[in-house]
């Protein structure tokens, strides 16, 4: 079986800039991958130009049914927002994904109960490709309960993999199909059951 | 109003050097800038084989009537530059730009007087784009006055934007159509009128 | 003359990854480049959405034959080994290479005797692109005899420029054709004859 393939409607904009700080680069960033049509925007460091330091930013866009349309409205966000008086463009010959889906895993601290958005994909013949608990939301359990949002993370994504929620507690992985606790080969080293 | 689209004059030459230092590359960068037909030229650190590091260059060249010949003396320029054996090649889809003019901007230092060159751009329905003094300029300014360079800059880019000119002593921005010192509110923060 | 210029067997691949660690970036890179198909593999480090530090991959895949199977194939092992759930397939308008071959150079420490590999490459026209020894080489050398490999390579590539031989223990670069020494101007400085 193929990975699914799409094959005409990236977009990628290319442009150079030495001439602006950290802040603005930071800003032009979040506002680019706000706009529906950009799929990513990155922003990466070079030397250029009478050996200066500079970024080179690239901008994947989705044409959609307008790719000319698309690509120079968000040409033009680049300019305006970096000052960039040319971008280059680059029509990509395809796009390789895998459909990924969202499960939750529950998480329980003593009393205290939340579901965390786990991003799964796999290869039409089931190779995993992908089990990521979403970061945002392991940060904020993780700064309510005083753990590092990485090890929530790991411990929901074990989870995930296993089918069973997360006693954030006794950083736990319980599988419900079971009555005795899973002892996950996850579980931190040194923890006690 | 749309943007200027050229759409098929620029070409994208990839390679990369694991083995080369950074003088060489430093002075492949401006050697290769020299070139007419070299509208910019890129280094980018990278990790490649055997987890070594290494450098990606790109230049992006202006193939004009002869697309091919041009692509390739750049691909031979790279390689005795570089010592590179390989050099990939990718054509643009098309280049969006916005047409710059020069302005210059008078700044003053008590009898001193020089002309500073402004790069001024704006999409085709008046958005400002980039309001940019040349810095080699402002640098030259500056070390025989005795500032920064950035702060001869962020002066020259106000006055042209208000159509003033500079007293750089005063660090201040006077527009010529009124008697009064325009109180720009650019103007260095605790500095006294 | 001009180079040789293949229009049409390269693909390159690319994919954004800002939520795997070095190690593993690391062992990506390793594993693709031991494909027949993998042409080279190149990590850049990045700032990408939300802020975030991420790494661009970029693979040069030789599609041979089968392109489309063969940039599939890639692409699916490169989501296997990064998690990547998506992967931007670009095909190159060309490629510039001019032919290398591999000469030796004798390499002697006292009683002891090394053949080392040297890639030579000059375009159609005579000029020098590249005289590379091979660093492993020089590298399990240079630990054998107490030497920096970059001492070993630098007498190694400046012994196949006059088609000579490397005395480690002197330092000194032998063309066998005369009875005496070569004084090359290669030899270290300092170094006694």
Chains 1, 2, 3 share one sequence.
Not at 3 to 28: C, F, I, K, M
Not at 117 to 123: G, P
Not at 137 to 156: D, F, M, S, T, Y
Not at 164 to 174: N, P
Request: aromatic letters at 4%; hydrophobic letters at 35%.
């Amino acid at each position: 079986m193929s990975l699914d393939y799409n094959p005409s409607h990236l977009t990628l904009l290319l442009t150079v800039v030495d001439d602006r700080d950290g802040e603005v680069l930071g800003d032009a960033i979040q506002r680019l991958v706000e706009r529906d049509e950009v799929l990513a925007c990155h922003v990466l460091p070079c030397t250029t130009k009478k050996n200066r330091p500079g970024h080179v930013l690239l901008v994947l866009v989705d044409g959609g049914d307008d790719p000319d349309g698309t690509a120079e409205r968000v040409a033009r966000e680049i300019m305006t927002l970096t000052g960039s008086t040319g971008v280059d463009r680059f029509d990509a010959d395809g796009v390789y994904s895998v459909p990924s889906r969202f499960e939750t895993v529950e998480v329980r601290y003593g009393d205290r109960r939340w579901e965390v958005s786990v991003k799964v994909a796999e290869t039409p013949d089931g190779e995993p490709v992908t089990v990521k608990a979403e970061f945002d939301e392991c940060r904020r359990i993780g700064r309510e309960v005083g753990l590092p949002p990485r090890e929530v993370k790991a411990l929901v994504e074990a989870a995930a993999r296993v089918g069973g929620t997360v006693d954030l507690k006794r950083r736990e992985i319980r599988v419900d199909r079971e009555t005795a606790d899973a002892r996950s080969e996850t579980r931190r080293p040194g923890a006690r059951p």
